[in-house]
């Protein structure tokens, strides 16, 4: 009944961004314009920025994929496909994509996959997933400024403010891997000072669960203390991966019949957005991304900004959800139908 309770509120919030979203971003403008303008875009660039997002989705089942076979688990690439798309559905619909690992997991514990393994797997996933926008986020930061202030302006502190979330939430997972004594004794202390201040009621179920929470953290560590290599090649395919989506807003430039500005200079801006609007509590970061987009872009598309906003927006979230929730569905049948034949057999 929670779990019910809760999909209600993720999908009453999701509508409620969507329509303040378009409602401040189209109002007063000419929709038919708009609209037509889209209609004249290339066709052939925009399949390849959908592309990217079905290559940026795939990236991460071939890190699962390759990272459950280092850890002996049989597992079939289809299957990691599945779970990739699963986790970026339920990762666009609910706030700071909080519902898509505990979704993969819930699959892959239907494949009758070990809980510890996938849960290792994914929380070194989700580490070199934010790990790469940090890193992305600290080199603007120290080499590009000046190039950053020209787009953003007086909204630096916004792409400031991701950065520095951003660095928090690694920092903090971390130091969960690698001082897990330290890691409990602020979380205890913090759930008593929620408790103290009546945040949260006393309850002694709480702090067992975080003390057996704290066990995948000190697996993580020793995966990671003995298996450096395997982890730079996840972090180096997740860079890929990451680049791949930022690429989108490119082919959306060439089209709409622009060329003037380069793949690596659109790639970076849009790489600023995600920076900056990842750590937010709004699905898929929506509301601010489509402000964002609308500043950092409009010296680069002119008067096509709105256009090419509803395009390179629509192709990277909103096809993206569109796919997975498809592929979900699909998830949902073959895995589903799997365990049932076992189940009769």
Avoid at 131 to 149: H, N, P, Q, S, Y
Avoid at 175 to 203: T, Y
Avoid at 248 to 269: K, M, N, Q
Wanted: hydrophobic residues 55%; aromatic residues 14%.
């Amino acid at each position: 009944m929670t779990d019910k309770k809760k999909a209600v509120f993720n999908f009453i919030f999701l509508i409620l961004v969507f329509s303040l979203t378009v409602y401040m971003v189209f109002k007063g403008e000419d929709l038919g314009e708009i609209i037509s303008t889209v209609q004249q875009a290339n066709a052939v660039y925009l399949m390849i920025s959908v592309i990217c997002v079905v290559l940026f989705i795939l990236g991460e089942s071939v890190i699962i994929f390759y990272m459950m076979r280092t850890l002996g688990a049989g597992v079939k690439m289809g299957h990691c496909a599945l779970y990739s798309f699963v986790g970026f559905f339920f990762s666009c619909i609910t706030p700071s994509a909080t519902g898509g690992q505990p979704m993969q997991i819930y699959y892959m514990k239907k494949d009758k996959l070990p809980i510890p393994v996938t849960t290792l797997v994914l929380m070194i996933v989700t580490i070199t997933y934010k790990a790469v926008l940090v890193l992305i986020g600290i080199l603007l930061w120290i080499f590009g400024k000046e190039f950053l202030t020209g787009y953003l302006g007086q909204y630096m502190w916004v792409f400031y403010l991701g950065v520095a979330l951003n660095v928090f939430c690694v920092s903090f997972m971390m130091i969960l891997v690698f001082a897990p004594g330290l890691a409990k004794w602020l979380m205890v202390k913090g759930m008593k000072l929620l408790e103290h201040f009546r945040f949260l009621k006393p309850r002694k179920s709480r702090l067992e669960k975080l003390e057996n929470s704290m066990d995948q953290y000190h697996a993580t560590a020793a995966f990671w203390a003995g298996h450096k290599l395997v982890i730079l090649k996840v972090f180096l395919i997740t860079f890929v991966q990451r680049i791949i989506l930022f690429t989108v807003t490119y082919w959306v430039y060439r089209s709409l019949g622009f060329h003037e500005y380069g793949i690596v200079t659109l790639t970076i801006l849009q790489s600023v957005i995600s920076v900056s609007v990842d750590m937010l509590p709004l699905p898929g970061g929506m509301g601010i991304s489509e402000s964002l987009y609308l500043v950092i872009f409009a010296q680069v598309f002119g008067e096509t900004l709105l256009p090419a906003m509803l395009l390179s927006r629509g192709i990277s979230y909103y096809v993206q959800m569109l796919i997975s929730a498809v592929m979900t569905c699909v998830a949902h049948l073959v895995i589903g139908r799997k365990v049932q034949k076992e189940n009769r057999g």
